[in-house]
C-alpha cells in the first residue's frame, strides 16, 4: 500500500436539522444525502433518536443529523427523544430550524426559538412546503421569523 501525498485539505462539518414533529426533517436529510437513511412516515414521531446522514462533496464532508421532532412532551420515551434532539444541536457546527409553511408558527416553534436565542445558537431557517400555501401567507410567515432576530 503507498501513501499518497496531498495538499488538499479536508473539512468536515455537522449540521443539524430540527424541527416540530412531521415537518419534513428526515425527507430533507435523504434528499441531500441521496439516499434513504431516514424512515419517512405520516406517523408522528417515527424518528427517535439522531441519525447521520453523510455528504461528501470533493474534500468536504458534511454530517446531517436528522433529529427527532421537539415539541411538549409527557412521557419518558418522549422525553428522550427531544432531549436527543437538543444533544444534536448542542454537538453541531450549524443548526438549521425547519418550519412548515402550512402549520406556520405554533407554541413549540416559539419555545425552539426562545431556547436557541437563549442559548445564542444563530440559526438558519428553511421553510418547508412552501408550494401548499396562498404567496401572502408565506411571505408573512418569513417576515416573522426573521423579525426574532434569530436566522443568520
Sequence with gaps: M???ESNLETTCGYIAIIGTPNVGKSTLVNRLVGVKISIVSQKVQTTRNR?????IEGNTQIVFVD???IFQPQRRL???????????????DHVALMVDAERGINSNIDKI???????NIKT????????IVNKSILLRLAKTLN?????D
Design 2 to 4: 503507498t501513501k499518497v
Design 51 to 55: 441519525v447521520l446522514g453523510i455528504c
Design 67 to 69: 433529529t427527532p421532532g
Design 78 to 92: 418522549e422525553r428522550a427523544m427531544v432531549a436527543a434532539a437538543w444533544i444534536g444541536v448542542r454537538n453541531a
Design 113 to 119: 426559538i426562545l431556547k436557541l436565542k437563549k442559548e
Design 124 to 131: 438558519d431557517l428553511i421553510i418547508n412546503k412552501i408550494d
Design 147 to 151: 423579525d426574532s432576530k434569530l436566522f
